[in-house]
Protein backbone atom coordinates (compact mmCIF):
# COMPACT_ATOMS: atom_id res chain seq x y z
CA UNK A 1 0.00 0.00 0.00
CA UNK A 2 1.16 3.44 -0.98
CA UNK A 3 1.48 5.63 1.89
CA UNK A 4 0.52 9.91 2.18
CA UNK A 5 2.68 11.24 -0.35
CA UNK A 6 3.21 15.30 -0.08
CA UNK A 7 5.33 17.43 -2.14
CA UNK A 8 7.14 19.75 -2.23
CA UNK A 9 9.41 18.51 0.40
CA UNK A 10 11.17 22.11 0.93
CA UNK A 11 10.60 25.20 0.57
CA UNK A 12 11.88 28.62 1.10
CA UNK A 13 10.17 31.94 -0.01
CA UNK A 14 10.45 35.29 1.57
CA UNK A 15 8.19 37.03 3.88
CA UNK A 16 4.31 37.93 2.07
CA UNK A 17 5.13 35.59 -0.71
CA UNK A 18 2.47 32.69 -1.38
CA UNK A 19 3.57 28.99 -1.22
CA UNK A 20 1.14 26.03 -1.80
CA UNK A 21 1.55 22.13 -0.56
CA UNK A 22 -0.01 19.47 -2.03
CA UNK A 23 -1.33 16.31 -0.43
CA UNK A 24 -1.93 12.75 -2.08
CA UNK A 25 -3.64 10.68 0.98
CA UNK A 26 -3.68 6.47 0.50
CA UNK A 27 -5.96 5.17 -1.88
CA UNK A 28 -9.58 5.06 -0.60
CA UNK A 29 -8.91 7.38 2.73
CA UNK A 30 -12.28 9.90 3.02
CA UNK A 31 -10.20 11.93 5.77
CA UNK A 32 -7.85 13.86 5.31
CA UNK A 33 -6.15 16.49 8.29
CA UNK A 34 -3.11 19.21 7.47
CA UNK A 35 -0.71 20.11 10.08
CA UNK A 36 1.18 22.70 11.24
CA UNK A 37 4.43 21.22 13.35
CA UNK A 38 6.80 24.28 14.69
CA UNK A 39 10.28 23.09 15.71
CA UNK A 40 10.18 21.46 18.94
CA UNK A 41 6.09 21.15 19.19
CA UNK A 42 3.83 18.96 18.70
CA UNK A 43 1.56 18.71 15.09
CA UNK A 44 -1.23 21.11 15.79
CA UNK A 45 -4.28 20.57 13.49
CA UNK A 46 -5.22 22.80 11.06
CA UNK A 47 -7.93 21.32 8.88
CA UNK A 48 -9.86 18.73 8.65
CA UNK A 49 -12.02 17.31 5.46
CA UNK A 50 -14.45 13.82 5.00
CA UNK A 51 -13.86 13.47 1.40
CA UNK A 52 -14.67 17.10 -0.28
CA UNK A 53 -16.10 18.67 2.84
CA UNK A 54 -14.82 20.44 5.79
CA UNK A 55 -14.80 18.71 9.11
CA UNK A 56 -12.82 21.44 11.16
CA UNK A 57 -11.17 24.79 10.67
CA UNK A 58 -11.37 26.38 13.70
CA UNK A 59 -7.24 26.89 14.08
CA UNK A 60 -6.83 28.02 10.55
CA UNK A 61 -5.70 31.38 10.25
CA UNK A 62 -7.87 31.98 7.63
CA UNK A 63 -7.40 35.39 6.49
CA UNK A 64 -4.00 34.22 5.40
CA UNK A 65 -4.38 30.15 4.91
CA UNK A 66 -6.80 28.09 2.52
CA UNK A 67 -7.32 24.64 1.81
CA UNK A 68 -9.10 22.47 -0.74
CA UNK A 69 -9.79 18.87 -1.23
CA UNK A 70 -11.74 19.77 -4.55
CA UNK A 71 -12.62 15.66 -5.73
CA UNK A 72 -11.99 14.32 -2.24
CA UNK A 73 -8.83 12.70 -3.17
CA UNK A 74 -5.74 15.37 -3.13
CA UNK A 75 -5.85 18.81 -1.00
CA UNK A 76 -3.77 21.81 -1.12
CA UNK A 77 -2.80 24.05 1.37
CA UNK A 78 -2.17 27.79 0.36
CA UNK A 79 -0.81 30.85 2.56
CA UNK A 80 -0.49 34.10 1.18
CA UNK A 81 1.05 36.29 2.57
CA UNK A 82 3.50 34.23 4.30
CA UNK A 83 4.98 35.19 7.50
CA UNK A 84 8.26 34.37 9.77
CA UNK A 85 5.89 32.59 12.23
CA UNK A 86 4.49 30.29 9.57
CA UNK A 87 7.88 29.01 9.18
CA UNK A 88 7.27 24.51 10.13
CA UNK A 89 7.00 21.27 9.04
CA UNK A 90 3.31 21.05 7.61
CA UNK A 91 2.45 17.40 7.58
CA UNK A 92 -0.86 15.88 5.94
CA UNK A 93 -2.47 12.95 7.18
CA UNK A 94 -5.34 10.23 5.84
CA UNK A 95 -7.81 8.00 7.75
CA UNK A 96 -9.74 5.35 6.49
CA UNK A 97 -13.22 5.38 7.26
CA UNK A 98 -14.01 4.38 11.02
CA UNK A 99 -10.19 3.12 11.45
CA UNK A 100 -8.40 4.92 13.92
CA UNK A 101 -4.79 5.26 12.89
CA UNK A 102 -3.94 8.56 10.81
CA UNK A 103 -0.96 7.94 8.42
CA UNK A 104 1.26 11.21 8.03
CA UNK A 105 3.21 12.11 5.12
CA UNK A 106 7.04 13.09 5.27
CA UNK A 107 5.98 16.53 5.15
CA UNK A 108 7.07 20.29 3.43
CA UNK A 109 9.56 22.15 5.67
CA UNK A 110 8.97 25.75 5.14
CA UNK A 111 11.21 28.34 5.84
CA UNK A 112 9.81 31.99 5.35
CA UNK A 113 13.06 34.44 5.78
CA UNK B 1 -11.29 22.13 23.60
CA UNK B 2 -8.93 20.00 24.71
CA UNK B 3 -5.37 19.91 26.13
CA UNK B 4 -2.79 17.67 26.05
CA UNK B 5 0.19 17.44 28.55
CA UNK B 6 3.44 15.98 27.94
CA UNK B 7 6.41 15.27 30.79
CA UNK B 8 9.11 15.14 30.50
CA UNK B 9 10.58 16.97 27.78
CA UNK B 10 13.42 14.97 27.81
CA UNK B 11 14.06 11.82 28.75
CA UNK B 12 17.98 10.34 28.65
CA UNK B 13 18.22 6.24 29.98
CA UNK B 14 20.78 3.54 29.73
CA UNK B 15 20.28 0.48 26.99
CA UNK B 16 18.27 -1.92 28.62
CA UNK B 17 17.10 0.33 31.10
CA UNK B 18 13.11 1.56 31.19
CA UNK B 19 11.75 4.58 30.06
CA UNK B 20 8.41 6.06 31.23
CA UNK B 21 6.29 9.23 29.50
CA UNK B 22 3.51 10.78 31.00
CA UNK B 23 1.06 12.56 29.50
CA UNK B 24 -2.75 14.45 31.16
CA UNK B 25 -5.97 15.28 28.96
CA UNK B 26 -8.12 18.10 29.91
CA UNK B 27 -11.57 16.86 28.10
CA UNK B 28 -13.07 13.92 29.91
CA UNK B 29 -14.80 13.29 26.95
CA UNK B 30 -12.14 11.83 24.70
CA UNK B 31 -11.75 8.50 24.59
CA UNK B 32 -8.50 7.61 22.25
CA UNK B 33 -5.30 8.04 22.98
CA UNK B 34 -2.32 7.25 20.47
CA UNK B 35 1.01 7.47 20.63
CA UNK B 36 3.35 8.58 17.70
CA UNK B 37 7.35 8.18 17.50
CA UNK B 38 9.13 10.32 15.08
CA UNK B 39 13.17 9.97 14.19
CA UNK B 40 14.37 13.18 12.88
CA UNK B 41 13.40 14.83 9.83
CA UNK B 42 10.71 11.77 9.47
CA UNK B 43 7.10 11.55 9.71
CA UNK B 44 5.29 10.71 13.17
CA UNK B 45 4.08 6.85 13.11
CA UNK B 46 2.29 5.39 15.42
CA UNK B 47 3.50 3.03 17.69
CA UNK B 48 0.68 2.23 20.19
CA UNK B 49 -3.03 3.45 21.09
CA UNK B 50 -5.78 2.79 23.74
CA UNK B 51 -8.96 3.34 24.09
CA UNK B 52 -10.74 4.58 27.03
CA UNK B 53 -12.98 1.39 27.58
CA UNK B 54 -8.90 -0.60 28.27
CA UNK B 55 -7.38 0.17 31.24
CA UNK B 56 -3.92 -1.42 29.63
CA UNK B 57 -2.42 -2.31 26.44
CA UNK B 58 0.98 -4.03 25.96
CA UNK B 59 2.88 -4.80 22.62
CA UNK B 60 6.30 -6.25 23.02
CA UNK B 61 8.43 -4.01 24.62
CA UNK B 62 5.83 -1.25 25.05
CA UNK B 63 2.94 -0.32 27.04
CA UNK B 64 0.40 1.81 27.79
CA UNK B 65 -1.73 2.85 30.64
CA UNK B 66 -4.71 4.43 31.11
CA UNK B 67 -6.41 6.25 34.34
CA UNK B 68 -9.45 7.92 33.04
CA UNK B 69 -10.52 9.22 36.44
CA UNK B 70 -7.69 10.97 37.05
CA UNK B 71 -7.03 11.79 33.07
CA UNK B 72 -3.46 10.92 32.28
CA UNK B 73 -1.89 8.03 30.80
CA UNK B 74 1.71 6.58 30.01
CA UNK B 75 4.02 4.94 28.12
CA UNK B 76 6.23 2.33 29.01
CA UNK B 77 9.05 1.14 26.96
CA UNK B 78 10.82 -1.75 28.14
CA UNK B 79 14.62 -3.28 27.97
CA UNK B 80 15.56 0.05 25.95
CA UNK B 81 17.52 -0.26 22.70
CA UNK B 82 19.61 2.48 20.58
CA UNK B 83 16.68 2.17 17.75
CA UNK B 84 13.92 3.59 20.75
CA UNK B 85 15.89 7.21 20.25
CA UNK B 86 13.74 9.76 18.52
CA UNK B 87 10.91 12.13 20.03
CA UNK B 88 7.60 10.84 21.32
CA UNK B 89 4.20 12.30 20.96
CA UNK B 90 0.81 11.47 22.92
CA UNK B 91 -2.56 12.89 21.65
CA UNK B 92 -5.72 12.47 22.60
CA UNK B 93 -9.36 12.48 20.79
CA UNK B 94 -12.86 12.15 21.06
CA UNK B 95 -13.42 9.56 18.36
CA UNK B 96 -17.64 9.44 17.09
CA UNK B 97 -18.36 7.33 14.33
CA UNK B 98 -14.93 7.90 12.62
CA UNK B 99 -14.29 11.23 12.97
CA UNK B 100 -11.66 12.27 15.25
CA UNK B 101 -9.36 15.34 16.08
CA UNK B 102 -6.20 14.76 17.62
CA UNK B 103 -4.77 17.05 19.92
CA UNK B 104 -0.90 16.40 20.52
CA UNK B 105 1.21 16.58 23.47
CA UNK B 106 4.21 18.79 23.26
CA UNK B 107 6.91 15.61 22.51
CA UNK B 108 9.58 13.59 24.65
CA UNK B 109 13.13 13.11 23.15
CA UNK B 110 13.98 9.76 24.17
CA UNK B 111 17.96 9.09 23.83
CA UNK B 112 19.10 5.77 24.82
CA UNK B 113 22.97 5.64 25.86
CA UNK B 114 25.01 2.67 24.80
Known amino acids: EAGVAQSPRYKIIEKRQSVAFWCNPI?????LYWYQQILGQGPKLLIQFQNNGVVDDSQLPKDRFSAERLKGVDSTLKIQPAKLEDSAVYLCASKAGRGNEQYFGPGTRLTVT | GENVEQHPSTLSVQEGDSAVIKCTYS??????FPWYKQELGKRPQLIIDIRSNVGEKKDQRIAVTLNKTAKHFSLHITETQPEDSAVYFCAASLALQGAQKLVFGQGTRLTINP
Open chain 2, 27 to 32: DSASNY
Open chain 1, 27 to 31: SGHAT
